[in-house]
């Protein structure tokens, strides 16, 4: 394994890393899904012990997912092999289409809002609204509420405020977008800066890198809610710069990674099949 590459895992593991399940699921979604959906138990040993995973934290992960119904398992002798279920690609597929996407995706259907106060703290899922996210620990955004949901919402002694867009306060917007997520897209930028400059040339290597990078963007853009542009006005630019790295360095990797599954991954019948969808069609 290149030393870079190395180094930038190893920090990344250091500083909290990322859950051996979660790996799974994006190795699945970004490089196997496209050629089948199937792929053994060693190929996938192979790249995600590249990124730090043990092999005992990722036979959990895959027992794990295969109890949750995300993977089904087939083992012929001593060999395994791991498919994803209905279950395990709707939410990637949906998600999918935000991460993969050209430009940032935003929701026009808003009308007016409601904020809802309590004295204390708020969770979000027990409320009897469609649409809604939380604020701070006692405050939360709901997103054209109904009369019925508000007065629900006052009969259980929560104070609801209502109005338009376009007089949402400031200090919601500044709550929305703290300064540590537009922090967050410049740190993603900086930590894949080197390889921008200079990506690996190693297949597999390349695979890894693209596998890494393309988990840390799926994680980073999908914890921030989806909302009208109004109300992310400080994140677009930083989230619009990131989204263009993140593909000119998910297009440089993808030859190099796209060789490597040809002629190394594995499935029941073999060898992979070609992709069904060219990745370098992804953020186009």
């Known amino acids: 394994m290149n030393a870079r590459v190395a180094s930038l895992v190893k920090l990344y593991q250091a500083n909290g890393g990322a859950k051996a399940s979660s790996l799974v ?3 699945f979604g970004d490089s196997i899904q496209v050629r089948g959906g199937s792929v053994s138990a060693i190929t996938i040993s192979t790249v995600l012990s590249s990124l730090g995973i043990s092999a005992n934290a990722l036979r959990t992960a895959l027992s794990r997912l295969a109890t949750d119904d ?16 209905e279950a395990g690609i709707a939410p990637f597929n949906a ?4 991460v993969y996407a050209s430009s940032h995706t935003t929701i026009e259907t808003i009308d007016h809002w409601a904020i809802a106060l309590s004295d204390n ?27 019925q ?40 930028q900086k930590r894949f800066d080197a390889f921008s400059l200079n990506p690996p040339k190693d297949p597999f ?26 109300l992310i006005y400080k994140r677009l630019e930083h989230e619009s710069q990131c989204r263009q790295f ?3 360095l998910y297009h440089k990797l993808t030859p190099g990674a796209e060789c490597w599954l040809d002629t190394h991954a594995t499935c029941l019948k073999g060898q992979l ?12």
């Open 95 to 98: 998600a999918a289409r935000r």
């Open 246 to 248: 993140v593909a000119a």
């Open 121 to 147: 703290a708020i969770r979000v899922e027990e409320l009897n609204v469609q649409d809604a996210i939380a604020v701070t620990s006692r405050c939360c955004l709901l997103f054209n509420p109904t009369a």
């Open 205 to 230: 290597e390349a695979l890894v890198l693209r596998t890494f990078l393309i988990h840390q963007w799926r994680r980073l853009l999908l914890r921030q809610p989806l909302l009208p542009d109004v």
């Open 273 to 284: 099949p070609q992709a069904e969808v060219d990745p370098l069609r992804r953020f186009t």
């Open 70 to 85: 995300w993977l089904v398992r087939d083992k012929r002798g001593r060999n395994s092999f791991y498919s994803q279920t």
């Open 149 to 188: 949901a508000i007065t629900e919402l006052k009969q259980h002694e929560l104070m609801v405020i209502t109005g338009t867009l376009d007089c949402i306060p400031g200090w919601i917007i500044d709550k929305i977008t703290p300064a540590s997520v537009l922090q967050d897209f410049a740190d993603l």
């Open 25 to 27: 699921i994006t190795f």
